[in-house]
């Protein structure tokens, strides 16, 4: 019989809609369980201290999940704006070489070449090409007015 009042002493009672209330209530304003708060806590409730310091050690790690969970999503959604962002610019990357090695080509067909230039003999864009840009310019522009060229560029 002693056995049976232990536990019965010892079982914790499930909180009521209202103690929860104020229990949330508390924790959105303190994360932390001061001994002060518990013990007017307890009072006010009356729920045991200890009982009252579980709820808010549980509190605080469903908070931290719950966290976690928030940053996770959200820095998932920023990898995949980026991963789209980045698609895009090599969409953009590939247009935009496309379009120079036609323009090369129809810039080979004005200065008179039997076939379309080297791309490899042009150098890169680090080296200094300044008299040749404006050469391309010239032509690039004259081409266009003549209506050889397409008047609207696409970014798609």
Do not use: I
């Not at 966290?67 to 789209?84: F, G, I």
């Not at 935009?96 to 200065?111: G, I, M, V, Y």
């Not at 379309?116 to 690039?140: I, K, W």
């Amino acid at each position: 019989m002693e056995n049976s009042q232990s536990q019965g002493k010892n079982k914790k009672k499930r909180l009521t809609q209202d103690q929860v209330r104020q229990l949330e209530k508390c924790f959105t304003m303190n994360k932390k369980l001061e001994p002060d708060l518990k013990l007017q806590l307890s009072n006010q409730l009356g729920l045991p201290q200890r009982q009252v310091a579980v709820w808010f050690q549980n509190k605080r790690a469903r908070f931290k999940t719950q966290s976690l969970e928030v940053q996770h999503c959200t820095l998932q959604s920023k990898h995949e704006a980026a991963l789209s962002d980045k698609a895009k610019l090599e969409h953009q990357v590939q247009f935009l070489q496309d379009e120079l090695k036609r323009a090369r080509n129809q810039l080979a067909l004005f200065t008179n070449q039997d076939s379309p230039v080297d791309n490899s003999n042009l150098g890169s864009c680090d080296e200094d090409h300044d008299d040749q840009v404006v050469v391309f310019d010239e032509l690039y522009a004259c081409f266009v007015s003549n209506g050889h060229g397409s008047s609207s560029t696409s970014w798609v």
